[in-house]
T-cell receptor, first 114, second 114 residues
């Protein structure tokens, strides 16, 4: 069964450093998403992406964040200058369509900012 | 904005016990409702969904009915197994809104003891 994959599974970085989280969505999916979950808190929406454009972004997704689909398979989330409060589990998801289509999630990348 | 509230855990049960996890929502539009499950060390997996009022979603012995009058989508299973130990997330998506984001509840950890 096709699945969403994410790399790395864990990343530790120093405050102020740039990180890139990578995702490979399911191959025929057209809509892509990033969510995050700070330890002990809710899963929060960050951004959705379709047709090489951001469809929607949350208040969390400020100028420090960017997303890109650099080729036909990868979908990346970049944090330009990490802060302590960026420490969280980051989930990538993809869906075939929008509306009532199911979003399929990857296993997550645990980011720790020191 | 849209929100989802679900009962806090952890919920500890014995094998073959009946499980209910309450979920209520607030939405201005026409949401679809979802239950996702997260097994230890894994990502979020769709468990079931319902896209309109009075729909019942079901999978793996779990059921939930979309109740518009009570704005609820409670998850039930008649006889749980140890393998059902996981964190369960209720979520909604308003398919009429751009971006198709999922709004999650806080998650309920379920522990089933043999």
């Amino acid at each position: 069964e096709p699945e969403v994959t994410q790399t790395p599974s864990h990343q530790v970085t120093q405050m102020g450093q740039e990180v890139i989280l990578r995702c490979v969505p399911i191959s025929n999916h057209l809509y892509f998403y990033w969510y995050r979950q700070i330890l002990g808190q809710k899963v929060e929406f960050l951004v959705s992406f379709y047709n090489n454009e951001i469809s929607e972004k949350s208040e969390i997704f400020d100028d420090q964040f960017s997303v890109e689909r650099p080729d036909g398979s990868n979908f990346t989330l970049k944090i330009r200058s990490t802060k302590l409060e960026d420490s969280a589990m980051y989930f990538c998801a993809s869906s075939l369509g929008q509306g009532q289509e199911t979003q399929y999630f990857g296993p997550g990348t645990r980011l720790l900012v020191l | 904005g849209d929100s989802v509230t679900q009962m806090e855990g952890p919920v500890t049960l014995s094998e073959e016990a009946f499980l209910t996890i309450n979920c209520t929502y607030t939405a201005t539009g026409y949401p679809s409702l979802f239950w996702y499950v997260q097994y230890p060390g894994e990502g979020l997996q769709l468990l079931l969904k319902a896209t309109k009022a009075d729909d019942k979603g079901s999978n793996k012995g779990f059921e939930a009915t979309y109740r518009k009058e009570t704005t609820s989508f409670h998850l039930e299973k008649g006889s749980v197994q140890v393998s059902d130990s996981a964190v369960y997330f209720c979520a909604l998506s308003d398919f009429r809104a751009a971006g198709n984001k999922l709004t999650f509840g806080g998650g309920t950890r379920v522990l089933v003891k043999p």
